[in-house]
């Protein structure tokens, strides 16, 4: 065989062969490595997305917590008794994980109102509690104020609106933890977490904690902690 004749020999081949497997399969690699991190940024950031949505939403309506209307004496129209002290305003039951919180309609969207307080015609006098929605008369100040009742429950977390036991509605899913803690002000003036706290009228934060997980286990559970102070110092 003459050497312009020559061609390439079968170790040659298999050795080219070995290396054009060993490229294909660094760079499948890196397109894997790539797909699975979006994958799990993508998941993350929509875990985060919830987690936002659902303590956004909870700030906005702890801050409103013992916001009533009026600044003088509440009666409720039914049975002449005070209207919710605040003892009733807040409170969060630690073995049937439950937080219930009475509070002012944040931006009067919020459908039907549990209660409707009248004030007359200014803030600083005596109000009545009116069950639901009532109109508004010509010169009478309202406000509608909602009871809200939110529960962990089966990798869930619900709300309801309303008095006793209301129907609760899925807010997120996934959820597998989700606590409540009370900062609360102690005889020296510093301020301690509890979830079960002596005296309810010594509450000037609330902590909320969630935690949520990815079913198909693409990232790690995500924790999200918030701390929110009242406005409405309770009664």
């Known amino acids: 065989m003459t050497r312009t004749s020559r061609g390439f020999g079968l170790i040659e081949l298999l050795i080219a062969l070995a290396l054009s497997l060993v490229v294909i399969l660094g760079v499948a690699q890196i397109f894997i490595a790539a797909k699975n991190t979006y994958v799990s940024q993508n998941t993350a950031a929509g875990m985060q997305e919830d987690a936002r949505f659902v303590l956004s939403k909870m700030i906005q309506e702890v801050r409103m917590v013992g916001m009533f209307g009026c ?18 305003a807040i409170s969060w039951d630690n073995a049937n994980q439950k937080l219930t919180l009475v509070t002012a309609d944040v931006g ?69 933890a ?9 005889s020296a003036a510093n301020l301690s977490y509890s979830s079960n706290p002596p005296d309810m009228k010594s509450i000037r934060s609330v902590r909320l904690t ?21 406005r409405n110092r309770l009664p």
């Open 71 to 88: 600044l003088g004496t509440i009666k409720d129209a039914i049975s002449g008794s005070v209207f919710l002290d605040g003892e009733s």
């Open 108 to 176: 009067g969207s919020g459908g039907t109102p549990t209660w409707t307080v009248e004030c007359g015609s200014s803030v600083t006098g005596p109000g009545t509690a009116y069950r639901g929605d009532r109109p508004t008369a010509a010169g009478q100040i309202a406000f509608p104020i909602r009871r809200l009742v939110y529960s962990f429950s089966n990798n869930q977390l619900l709300m309801g609106v309303g008095t006793g036991t209301p129907v609760q509605q899925v807010l997120v899913n996934n959820v597998s």
């Open 178 to 186: 989700f606590d409540v803690s009370f900062g609360v002000v102690g």
């Open 210 to 230: 969630l935690t949520l997980t990815d079913p198909n286990k693409r990232v790690r559970n995500q924790t999200y902690n918030v701390v929110v102070a009242l």
